[in-house]
């Protein structure tokens, strides 16, 4: 009997294949076991007996890739999520930024904009805020649109309320936000240095020099070839001595970027530009 | 250590919550250096907590070593791989890990399902699936899962687990080859390691 299990990765290919030649959105580099999962629950939703038959709703279908895309891309996250992360870039990285009259941050997968409220309070308490510029990009359109509304649910908060004061929050956190029916909803001053972007790390290009990128969590969910692109690009777009932020379990071991990098943080893996920007 | 090694099974993974802390190391104090099969555990913590003070406390009386796999890191013998708080651990198909941050599965991240999933997924019919104490019904999916795949399933008797839920609900999920006191879990192992 043929395995059902190689079948079904058989059609991943296939679907995977339409998806890029149709509307140009690749995955076809993305960690295998968690698109599988994601794929599977995608078929059920859309009430298929086999992912092979979304092919069809791929190519012909409208407005199919929206919710494709965001069965695929979307990701969870919560703010100052490892607060010693937001603690060092408090303690040991702004007071660096500060020496730039203008800084640019890019917070690369950006998903529904917790990070990019987090970076917003912390820049903000460390009075730099008016010299960043902060370009939060994704994939995923339904998630940016998240982002840009700053709403989320209040189950979040307590975490939330807990991360911000162990990552050396200087203000009282619910400043920060109103509560409605159940709804949290960000102070929209926050946002006022911040351009929210569609832009795909598989394919897209560098779009500015920054002094700061933040692609926490993103990485794991790419193979080590994509990730190798991904690391080229923030190589690329970061000025020398900038600083990259990837999440605690990322790394940039086995790269070859990583000669272009000098370790800051360990555990909070962050690293420093050491080389000058190609072309620069 | 090879991953074409002899033999029936070629991977463990152990899923356990509630209680677990005391069970697991007794499990993984039952076995030897040189284990052929590597060891995957999911165990629900708070996203705070490190294994740091588990692994101390345990290293002392376990031969493997003990680690947090990074990022698409290979799978070995002879070592206890833990997920880390607040990422779901999963298996490649080529043996390796990898890690996400999706929405949690039966309110966990790690979650014994996600991990037992990718692990039949990867390793079909050769892998071996340990549910222990736990407090909610994770691991029962992921469990039923290796069956179909033609894996090998091991409950800890509920009888002797802290928390019965957890084993209870993998017992009624499918049929499992064995029900066993946690102190004869590492023997098990073995047994089954050497077919």
Redesign the interface.
């Known amino acids: 009997m043929e395995?059902k299990?190689d079948i079904e990765?058989i059609e991943i290919d296939l679907l995977l294949d339409a998806v890029e030649r149709r509307h140009g959105y690749d995955f076809r580099e993305y960690?295998?076991?968690?698109l599988?999962?994601?794929l599977r629950r995608l078929r059920v939703d859309m009430k298929k007996e086999h992912i092979s038959d979304l092919i069809p709703l791929v190519l012909y279908g409208q407005g199919v890739m929206e919710s494709l895309v965001d069965g695929i891309s979307v990701?969870?996250?919560e703010m100052f999520?490892d607060p010693y992360v937001f603690k060092m870039v408090r303690e040991k990285i702004v007071p660096y930024l500060k020496t730039y009259p203008k800084v640019n941050i890019w917070v690369a997968g950006c998903a529904t904009g917790e990070e990019v409220y987090s970076l917003a309070i912390l820049f903000k308490e460390e009075e730099i805020y008016d010299r960043v510029q902060i370009y939060a990009t994704d994939i995923n359109e339904k998630s940016l649109k998240k982002a840009k509304a700053g709403i989320y649910s209040e189950d979040q908060t307590k975490?939330n309320t807990n991360n911000y004061y162990k990552s050396m929050g200087r203000e009282s956190f619910n400043d920060y936000y109103f509560t409605k029916f159940h709804k949290v909803m960000m102070a929209r001053d926050l946002m006022k240095n911040v351009v929210f972007l569609t832009h795909n790390l598989a394919v897209d290009r560098v779009f500015n020099e920054m002094q700061m990128i933040f692609c926490r969590?993103v990485?794991?969910?790419f193979?080590?070839p994509l990730?190798e692109r991904v690391l080229k690009l923030f190589d690329d777009s970061l000025c020398k001595n900038g600083f990259l932020a990837l999440?605690?379990?990322?790394?940039i071991r086995f790269s070859k970027t990583e000669k272009s990098f000098r370790t800051v943080g360990k555990k909070e893996k962050i690293f420093q530009k050491i080389m000058p920007r190609a072309g620069a | 250590m090879s991953l074409s090694a002899p033999g029936r099974f070629r991977l463990v993974v152990i899923g356990g919550s509630a209680g677990s802390t005391i069970g697991l190391p007794l499990i993984l104090a039952g076995l030897p250096h040189d284990l052929r099969l590597p060891v995957v555990v999911v165990r629900h913590i708070a996203?705070e907590s490190t294994w740091e003070f588990f692994m101390r406390r345990t290293d002392a009386d376990c031969a493997l070593t003990i680690i947090?796999p990074?990022?698409?890191e290979p799978i070995f013998g002879g070592h206890v791989y833990m997920a880390?708080p607040?990422?779901?651990l999963?298996?490649?198909?080529d043996y390796t890990f990898?890690?996400?941050?999706?929405?949690k599965v039966r309110y966990s991240r790690p979650s014994i399902d996600?991990l037992f999933?990718?692990a039949a997924?990867?390793y079909?019919e050769s892998v071996i699936g340990v549910i222990m104490t736990g407090a909610n019904d994770d691991g029962a999916a992921g469990l039923k899962k290796i069956k179909e795949?033609g894996g090998y399933a091991i409950v800890q008797d509920p009888k002797t687990a802290q928390v019965d839920i957890m084993p209870k609900a993998a017992i009624a999920a499918c049929d499992v080859d064995r029900i066993l006191p946690l102190e004869r879990i590492a023997e098990a192992l073995l047994e089954l390691e050497r077919l």
């Open positions: 395995d299990t990765q960690s295998r076991a968690s599988t999962r994601r990701t969870v996250s999520r975490t969590n990485l794991i969910y193979s080590i990730q999440g605690t379990k990322e790394h | 996203p947090e990074d990022d698409k880390p607040n990422y779901h999963l298996i490649e198909r990898s890690l996400s941050v999706d929405e996600v999933e990718t997924d990867a079909g795949r």
